[in-house]
């Protein structure tokens, strides 16, 4: 079954500066890839998708990802940070006729 | 109008109890889905289902079982809820003709004490 690993439960970094959020992934078949990030006492909103078109993908709030099939990665990179930005980003991926996997979700935080 | 809703938004339950949650979307799509979420481990799979008739486990199906009522109403209950069923509980949607992306209802803060 597909899965997802995300490095790092917990990143923090100051207001201005690179934000980068690391995935690496598991898949059988070639796979479709999300970012979604969720605000304190939401519901998870879709930040970016990778769907087998362009390896470099640009979602809301000035983030991207690039997906890199000899790493298995889907890292996800903003090059300023804004305080707004502080929430808990997820990692998921999906293999069309198959469920969805999460992974176990990155908390960033910005430092003033 | 939310395109996801979940009711209840709270719920506190005691051991024992019978509980549903009921989730319904407006999004006209075919693909529904349970997760449940604890700190520290994401979201997991409880049950999904591509179709009014196609029901599936997922990860962690035990204790819960669900109903697909219709095209846009998905419920899950708890027949018997026990404290370690405490968590976040979140529905969602997919459209596999639209890349499978998942749209996620607010989600269903239950206490089991």
Partial sequence: AQSVTQLGSHVSVSEGALVLLRCNYSSSVPPYLF?????????????????????????????????????????????????????????????????????????????? | DADVTQTPRNRITKTGKRIMLECSQTKGHDRMYWYRQDPGLGLRLIYYSFDVKDINKGEISDGYSVSRQAQAKFSLSLESAIPNQTALYFCATSDLARTDTQYFGPGTRLTVL
């Avoid at chain 1, 990802?65 to 000899?70: D, L, P, R, T």
């Fill in chain 1, 35 to 112: 970012w979604y990030v969720q605000y304190p006492n939401q519901g998870l909103q879709l930040l970016l998708k990778y769907t087998s078109a362009a390896t470099l993908v640009k979602g809301i709030n000035g983030f991207e990802a690039e997906f890199k099939k000899s790493e298995t990665s889907f890292h996800l990179t903003k090059p300023s940070a804004h305080m707004s930005d502080a929430a808990e980003y997820f990692c998921a991926v999906s293999e069309r006729n198959n469920d969805m996997r999460f992974g176990a979700g990155t908390r960033l935080t910005v430092k003033p």
